[in-house]
Every structure is written in C-alpha cells, then in structure tokens.
Antibody, heavy 119, light 107 residues
Framework: VQLQESGPGLVKPSETLSLTCAVS?????????WGWIRQPPGKGLEWIGDIYYSGNTFYTPSLKSRVTISIDTSKNQFSLKLTSVTAADTAMYYC?????????????WGQGTLVTVSS | DIQLTQSPSFLSASVGDRVTITCRAS??????LAWYQQKPGQPPKVLIYDASTLQSGVPSRFSGSGSGTEFTLTVSSLQPEDLATYYCQQLITYPLTFGGGTKVEIK
C-alpha cells in the first residue's frame, strides 16, 4: 500500500488549507482508520484526526473547530481541510493508515507535503 | 488528554552502545504504545507496537518494554544508521498523542 499527499504548498493567512491523500494498492473501504498528522519545522508530531470509511471522524480538540476530514471511496482517497489558517499551521502534513484494532498504530505513512502559511 | 513525556530529549552515543529511551504516560495506557523512528527528511516509520512487538523488517537490536505508564525503547547496539528522532505514541484513546521526541546522535 502507498499513500501520497497532494495540495498547495503555499496558503495565505485566514484561508483554507486543503490536502488530499491518494491511497494505492489497497482499498480505502477496508478495516482501517485513515489519519492526518502534522509536524511544524524542527518540531514534533501532532495527530490531527482520523476517519473511517463509513465517515466516522475523530479530531484533536485543539483543531476540532477548524478541521474537516472527509473520504471519497470512489476515488480511493481522503482529504483534510483546515480553515482560518495562521503561520502556526505551517508544517509538514502526513497522511497514514491505522489498523482498526485496539492500539492500532500508523503504518504506512505518506512522504508528507510541506504547507507554508504566508502572504 | 493523555500526555507522554519522553526522556532524554537528546542523546549522543557511540556505535555499539546500548541506548535506552523512556516514555512516561500521564495515565495508564495498558500496552497500547507504539514507537516510531524518523530519519532526517523522511516520514516516521513504526518500530514497535503494542509496547513490545517488533514490526516486521525492523532489526532485532530494537526492543520495547513496559506497561501502564512507563515504557522503554532499547537499542542493544547502536549503529550509524540509527541516527534519527524517536517518538512514542499512545493509541488507547482519542485524542491520540505523541511524546516530544528523542533525538539520537552518533558520536
């Protein structure tokens, strides 16, 4: 299975960040969660949220008011939207797959896409 | 939210050294902990899941232990290719959280 993030590398402050993760060699409707994780330059990892193919979503509380994760089973991909971005949202954004078992871990990860928020 | 505290945040060791990284959880997480390795310029890669299960393909010099609130990642004999930052992650409850990371330097 391979995951590949895509989307604009530059977003203006107050606008919406939109990214897509294309899944290949696996069906997005299988028993997995599909997640987004981000990493500001030189800093640690932050889980953003997960989605199951049924559409059930889980978000980190600090971003919940601004984030939407959606899934498109016809295209075998899932997406991230983050509204009202600021410079603090500048980060490498990763998508990853997570087993639906107790304690399911993220594997594999996409290569990541760097999003810079700047005017 | 469950907080994960990793220590040390940085360590420098020689090739062949035994290295141990600790991850402490703010509340019990049973064994639902994973360890990831992130080499410079690469995405993280899972090394250990369920606190102590070695992911397929990961060298046997890596091992994990612990349960409840205290966990360790051990590298039995550090190799040059182990230069990386290591993260723990709890997977028992949302929001999923990561430790702050441990950067490992080779002397």
């Amino acid at each position: 299975v391979q995951l590949q993030e895509s989307g604009p590398g530059l977003v203006k402050p107050s606008e919406t960040l939109s990214l897509t993760c294309a899944v290949s060699n696996d069906s997005i409707t299988r028993n997995y969660h599909w997640g987004w994780i981000r990493q500001p330059p030189g800093k640690g990892l932050e889980w953003i949220g997960d989605i199951y193919y049924s559409g059930n979503t889980f978000y980190t509380p600090s971003l919940k008011s601004r984030v939407t994760i959606s899934i498109d089973t016809s295209k075998n991909q899932f997406s991230l939207k983050l509204t009202s971005v600021t410079a603090a949202d500048t980060a490498m954004y990763y998508c990853a797959r997570r087993l639906i078992v107790a304690g399911g871990w993220f594997d594999p990860w996409g290569q990541g896409t760097l999003v810079t928020v700047s005017s | 939210d469950i907080q994960l505290t990793q220590s040390p945040s940085f360590l420098s060791a020689s090739v062949g050294d035994r290295v141990t990284i600790t991850c402490r959880a703010s509340q019990g997480i049973s064994g639902y902990l994973a360890w990831y390795q992130q080499k410079p310029g690469q995405p993280p890669k899972v090394l250990i899941y369920d606190a102590s299960t070695l992911q397929s393909g990961v060298p046997s010099r890596f091992s994990g232990s612990g349960s409840g609130t205290e966990f360790t990642l051990t590298v039995s004999s550090l190799q040059p290719e182990d230069l990386a930052t290591y993260y723990c992650q709890q997977l028992i409850t949302y929001p999923l959280t990561f430790g702050g990371g441990t950067k490992v330097e080779i002397k």
